[in-house]
């Protein structure tokens, strides 16, 4: 099945600083990326969709000046928290479509950001 | 407003037996559900697909029905393992993707 990897895995950072996060399709081209969050025993909320070559849409209430979202080529997304604060500290996960008729998600592994 | 409510308190089987997950939504009318599997610190898996106008589909030891006009799916597992043990998601289609629920978390005991 189609693999998404998904790095850091985990990461602490002081609060103020930015931290980027990398999705990539290893075996497929993904020219749509899905990022989510996920606070302890809550759903995953989607963020924002990832489009290649153009601007991201972000859901409502997502701040896009401080999740910066890069989607440069078809198996590349990164997301971007600028200025991070405790508040932000969550698992973030992003996921990809094989191709634009594939119904289920593949997922990457999550990246745990806590932010001290 | 939608909704997606998958019962909140762990689910306690023992080994053997057959688990049964309920997924219920309102104000939807997704065109399939889907149920992924997510373990502890780690993205979902996707499981199985099922469309509006199939009312059950099974793989292996997995089972999924799906009740629109009750608005619930049922996904059950037989014969549960304790490698069984993780947080079953729903998650129903939307325009482009798809919307979760809170997921239920499957404990199974030898």
């Known amino acids: 099945g189609a693999v998404v990897s998904q790095h850091p895995s985990w990461v602490i950072c002081k609060s103020g600083t930015s931290v980027k996060i990398e999705c990539r399709s290893l075996d497929f081209q993904a020219t749509t990326m899905f990022w989510y969050r996920q606070f302890p025993k809550q759903s995953l909320m989607l963020m924002a969709t990832s489009n290649e070559g153009s601007k991201a849409t972000y859901e409502q209430g997502v701040e896009k000046d401080k999740f910066l979202i890069n989607h440069a080529s078809l198996t590349l997304s990164t997301l971007t928290v600028t200025s991070a604060h405790p508040e932000d500290s969550s698992f973030y996960i992003c996921s990809a479509r094989p191709t634009v008729w594939e119904e289920k998600l593949f997922f990457g592994s999550g990246t745990q950001l806590s932010v001290l | 407003s939608q909704k997606i409510e998958q019962n909140s308190e762990a689910l306690n089987i023992q080994e053997g037996k057959t688990a049964t997950l309920t997924c219920n939504y309102t104000?939807?009318?997704?065109?399939?559900l889907q149920w992924y599997r997510q373990d502890p610190g780690r993205g979902p898996v996707f499981l199985l697909l099922i469309r509006e106008n199939e009312k059950e589909k099974r793989k292996e030891r997995l089972k999924v029905t799906f009740d629109t006009t009750l608005k619930q799916s049922l996904f059950h597992i037989t014969a549960s393992q304790p490698a069984d043990s993780a947080t079953y998601l729903c998650?129903?289609?939307?325009?482009?993707?798809?919307?979760f629920g809170k997921g239920t978390m499957l404990l199974v005991s030898p």
């Open positions: 998650a129903l289609s939307g325009y482009s993707t798809l919307t």
């Open positions: 104000n939807y009318s997704p065109a399939y």
